[in-house]
């Protein structure tokens, strides 16, 4: 079993594919790492020899941050934001969609499940009889 970016691949997927479990890369940096790294993308991983993981290993240290690097400095990116107050800042703390869709319908995914208008009951003022 291959691992990478400390993401154990899928080992009956291709290169390719499985390589997109690792978060920060997607199916077109897949292909590129595949090719510079000089491994075949269309070989299944439970195919892959030591050298050549490897190879993927080093190609991937080589071209920049995934997993828990990339996800700190994204964090890091919307703390700053939120710390600043800016309009994108304001956006995220409220949970918000912060790239300029409409909110008065949709949004539902960041807003979350719809609140429905709270019925409240009518007081009797006086006791009859």
């Known amino acids: 079993m291959a691992r990478i970016a400390g993401i154990d ?8 594919v ?4 690792i978060y920060g890369i997607g199916q077109p940096r897949a292909r590129s790492l595949c090719s510079k790294a000089q491994v075949e993308e269309v070989k299944k991983i439970k195919d892959l020899t030591e050298d050549e993981v490897t190879r993927l290993r080093a190609a991937i240290e080589s071209e920049g941050r995934v997993e828990g690097d990339l996800r700190k400095e994204i964090q890091m990116n919307v703390r700053r934001l939120i710390e600043i107050q800016c309009y994108r800042g304001i956006r995220h703390r409220r949970n918000l969609p912060v790239r300029g869709q409409r909110t008065h319908t949709n949004a539902r995914t960041r807003k979350g499940p719809r609140r429905g208008a709270v019925a409240t009951k009518k007081k009797v003022l006086g006791k009859k009889g």
């Open 9 to 16: 691949l899928p080992p009956n997927k291709r290169l390719w």
């Open 18 to 21: 499985g390589l997109t479990a």
